[in-house]
Structures are given as C-alpha cells and as structure tokens.
C-alpha cells in the first residue's frame, strides 16, 4: 500500500508559478513511476506529466515546456513545478503512483494503483 498527499496548491496569477510536492509513504518510493493528473469542472481527468523510477519524463503537449515533474527518492516526494499558468490551468491536481505501468500506459489514469486526495491549483487574476 502506497500513501500519496499533494501539497502546494492555491491561487496564482496568470503567468505566474507554483510547485506542487507529493509526499510518498508506505512502501519503496524508488521503483515507483510517479504521475500528475488534473481534473477541472465538467470535465475528465486528464494527464499532466509522469516521472518513471529511473526518472526520465513524459508530458502532456499543453503543458510542455511549461511544467517539469522531477523526483527526489531520497524524501519519497515526486514535484511539479508548473510555470507561465494560465487559467486554462485551472484543476484539482492529484498524484498518482505506480509499481508495474508499462511506457504504453503511463497516461492512463486506470493503470495508477495509488492516488492523492488532490490540492486544488486556481489561476485567476
């Protein structure tokens, strides 16, 4: 069992930066791949950016560029940092880890055994 809570959301303005933390605990952090997904009203979730155990990055086009998702094993944490926001951005932001996701799943929400409770990242002048 993994536990994940998120943390570093809140109201930002347009153009500006935040960096989201997930915290890991209950099992090794290490051989986990790690992946942010957001979800913004009335609409599904989608997938932001995962981290893999030997942490090379995958990312979703609207955010390339713009976001980086980099892990730290050493404090079981996985971040994101996400700068130039714009309200398009707008979500609740959840973390998601998994032991056994294939390269050809990692934007899949349904192949992530383990997810956050989500922090809720507003955009908004």
């Known amino acids: 069992q993994v536990r994940l809570e998120e943390s570093g959301g809140g109201l930002v303005h347009p153009g500006g930066s935040v960096r989201l933390s997930c915290a890991a605990s209950?099992?090794?952090?290490?051989?986990?791949?790690v992946g942010w997904f957001r979800q913004a009203p009335g609409k599904e979730r989608e997938f932001v950016a995962a981290?893999?155990?030997?942490?090379?990055?995958h990312y979703a086009d609207s955010v390339k560029g713009r976001f980086t998702i980099t892990r730290d094993n050493t404090k079981n944490t996985a971040y994101l940092q996400m700068n130039g926001l714009n309200p398009e951005d707008t979500a609740v932001y959840s973390c998601?880890?998994?032991?056994?996701?294939?390269?050809?799943?990692?934007?899949?929400?349904?192949?992530?055994?383990?997810w956050g409770q989500g922090t809720q990242v507003t955009v908004s002048s």
């Open positions: 981290i893999r155990s030997g942490s090379s990055t």
């Open positions: 209950g099992r090794a952090f290490r051989p986990l791949t």
């Open positions: 998601a880890a998994s032991s056994t996701i294939i390269l050809s799943s990692i934007r899949q929400p349904p192949m992530y055994a383990y």
